[in-house]
């Protein structure tokens, strides 16, 4: 767990690098972390800046971008709903329980 927690922390403290890929570094810490836990991304996610947060959520695959969602608290997930493009916010609308959506559409205004 320490070196996931590691690895996140260098992947936060370049986060701008792994969202354009245009260093190394990027690169390589992009591949690092779309191998790990959709859980341990939505860490990751709750700690940047909403700039950040919608960017990343944006540029990961459909599939983890859905999983990390999941993962994030509702009033995060009510948040950055709003700023996907309907795409986006349709396939993860559709891949999650009425349950988690009731909480969701709680905490939108």
């Known amino acids: 767990m320490l070196e996931v927690k590691k690895v996140l922390v260098q992947i936060e403290n370049n986060i701008s690098a792994v969202l354009d890929h245009e260093s ?14 959709p ?35 509702s009033n995060v997930q009510a948040m950055l709903l709003v700023q996907l493009d309907l795409t986006q916010a349709t396939t993860i609308l559709h891949a999650i329980s009425a349950d988690e959506l009731t909480d969701i559409f709680d905490n939108l205004s």
């Open 24 to 37: 190394s570094i990027g690169n390589d810490l992009w591949q690092i972390l779309i191998e790990q836990h």
């Open 39 to 73: 859980a341990d991304i939505a860490m990751l996610v709750t700690r940047l800046d909403h700039q950040h947060q919608i960017a990343l959520l944006k540029k990961l695959p459909a599939q983890i971008g859905t999983a990390v969602f999941e993962w994030l608290p």
